[in-house]
């Protein structure tokens, strides 16, 4: 499980959510402030922290499993795949941990903070760094495969379809690079700003930027399929559904797109700033609003299914069957049940 679902970090899950409005099963203090995501894989629920700490939760009842501590913040979503835990954090390590003890089988030193979550394809890791760089690390090893030139500070994380990987940075340059070597593919100007992971589906690239604009990309080519404006800055991730793209803004409203031809399906109006990545179950997208709310919608047409007052501004929801793990970026993970 990595964040977005997988490599292409489409936002969409096979499970379905909540399909009324939920209760907390349980909460979770985390200790400090957090921007990462929670992740289920199998029984457990794992997130970082500002305190420095992965933790692996009960996804039953909440109770800490284990816990791991690196040299400094994990913003970063944790990718699990095969058993082993991957995540960044400020002090420049990729770490690889045992899912099921937490034991540490390696870190890599990136050279530079990761604020992104890890992309795991093939025998590798790929991830930002603040220093400028995405590194493709061997998985077995622990050894860079390659290292591709990007902007500082680039927050994003890459996505993958083939032997093609993909990111936005801060420079507003949207990067096509070759998975096995790390050869450039091709460069798209964006003219601003990436902090949006970009999702791929159907050969397409789907990412917004810090101008307001959303752009449908050629994956194979970086040619503009099409482009739509929007008033403030985008630093959601899409989800993809099947005849639909759907983001948030800081305007504080959720777009859906039809993805062939960028025409607006439909709004959904918030009180405040859409900045967590939206996720489709289902019939459902659920969307976390700065505004305190965490809401259902009907991927038909953006009407309410039920909404939920959580309290505070959260990060990025996870759906599974009939729960929804969710951080809160004061410091509580909820687990929330119909």
């Known amino acids: 499980m990595q964040f977005r679902g997988g490599a292409q970090r489409t936002g969409v899950t096979d499970e379905i959510g909540p399909l009324g409005p939920p209760e907390v099963a349980w909460q979770h203090t985390l200790g400090s402030t957090t921007y990462s995501a929670a992740v289920r894989s199998g029984e457990l629920v794992f997130t970082g922290s500002d305190t420095g700490s992965l933790v692996a939760l009960s996804a039953e009842d909440g109770s800490t499993v284990w816990e791991f501590a690196s040299g400094g913040d994990i913003s970063s979503t944790p990718a699990i795949v095969d058993g082993v835990v991957y995540v960044g954090s400020f002090d420049g390590y990729l770490y690889a941990i045992n899912g099921t003890t937490g034991d540490l089988i390696w870190s ?9 979550s890890p992309l795991i394809i093939g025998d590798g890791a790929v991830i930002a760094t603040y220093a400028g760089e995405l590194i493709s690390v061997d998985i077995e090893t622990a050894e860079a495969h390659w290292r591709y030139p990007i902007a500082e500070q680039t927050n994003a994380s890459a996505a993958s379809v083939d032997q093609i990987v993909v990111i936005g940075d801060n420079s507003g340059v949207l990067h096509a690079v070759e998975r096995e070597t790390g050869s450039e593919i091709w460069q798209t100007s964006l003219g601003n700003a990436a902090f949006a992971t970009p999702a791929i589906a159907d050969g397409v690239i789907y ?71 939206p996720i489709i179950s289902g019939e459902l997208v659920y969307v976390a609003s700065h505004d305190g709310f965490l809401t259902a919608l009907n991927v038909s047409d953006g009407s309410v299914a039920w909404q939920l007052d959580i309290g505070g501004q959260m990060t990025s929801p996870f759906a599974g069957t009939g729960v929804i793990y969710i951080n809160l970026v004061a410091g509580e993970m909820l687990a929330l049940v119909e």
């Open 207 to 277: 990412i917004g930027d810090f101008g307001g604009a959303f752009w449908a990309i050629d994956v194979e080519s970086g040619a503009v399929l099409w482009t739509q404006q929007t008033p403030d800055s985008i630093f959601a991730s899409a989800a993809v559904g099947e005849d639909i793209v759907i983001t948030g803004g800081d305007d504080g409203v959720v777009y859906a797109w039809n993805r062939v031809s960028g025409a607006l399906a439909w709004t959904f109006e918030t009180d405040d700033m859409v900045r967590a990545s």
């Open 108 to 116: 890599f030193d990136a050279g530079g903070i990761i604020h992104a």
